[in-house]
């Protein structure tokens, strides 16, 4: 049920690319991305309902596909504020709510 | 307040006390979330509950813990005969579809 992340962390310098991805068993409602800094709170990026839609917030988007129960975060041009650990919370189709999150991707940006 | 609230911030406690976290929640947020995040690792999910419907039990790990929602607002969790093993930080999340936002966690640490 916990959704599989991939890959588990990343390294990259200022100025690069990522993509993280998010891929469940069961059928999903909506996907929900968080980003977590050391001894912080989990904060919230960015909801994406069921429908394949995109979203994005400056240079961080994410999709859905539906069909392949997947959702995919992409960093663009990446800074030194957006490192941390992304982590995605999924919803199960049934509209329950109840988010279930993956274990967590690492992203470390470097000068 | 604007934000998700959590007290204590930190809880040492000796093996075999039962504790108590209390979560204030966003006002007017029908859902609200506890999770449990041991050090360097994932978010896991331990109980939901939204507006009135019945609370999803499904990821308290024992009978030890348990959970209330009073008045469809503050909640608390109670985790009997505490063991070292539940030392975690304990998350509360608070929502109203559109995206959870989380408090600044409960420390636990049981010596």
């Known amino acids: 049920q916990q959704p599989v992340q991939s890959p588990q962390a990343v390294i990259l310098r200022e100025g690069e690319d990522a993509v993280i991805n998010c891929s469940s068993s069961?059928?999903?409602?909506?996907v929900h991305w968080y980003r977590q800094k050391h001894g912080e709170a989990p904060v919230f990026l960015m909801i994406l309902l069921k429908g394949g839609e995109q979203k994005g917030h400056e240079k961080i988007s994410a999709s859905f596909n539906e069909k392949k129960q997947q959702s995919s975060l992409y960093l663009t041009a990446s800074q030194l504020s957006y490192s941390g650990t992304y982590f995605c919370g999924t919803e199960n189709s049934g509209n329950t709510g109840k988010l279930i999150f993956g274990q967590g991707t690492t992203l470390q940006v470097k000068p | 307040g604007a934000g998700v609230s959590q007290s204590p911030s930190n809880k040492v406690t000796e093996k075999g006390k039962d504790v108590e976290l209390r979560c204030d929640p966003i006002s007017g947020h029908t859902a609200l979330y506890w999770y449990r995040q041991s050090l360097g690792q994932g978010l896991e999910f331990l109980i939901y509950f939204q507006g009135n419907s019945a609370p999803d039990k499904s990821g308290l790990p024992s009978d030890r813990f348990s959970a209330e929602r009073t008045g469809g607002s503050v909640s608390t969790l109670t985790i009997q005969r505490t063991q070292q093993e539940d030392s975690a930080v304990y998350l509360c999340?608070?929502?109203?579809?559109?995206?959870?936002?989380f408090g600044p966690g409960t420390r636990l640490t049981v010596l």
């Open positions: 069961k059928a999903l409602y909506s």
């Open positions: 999340a608070s929502s109203l579809r559109s995206g959870s936002f």
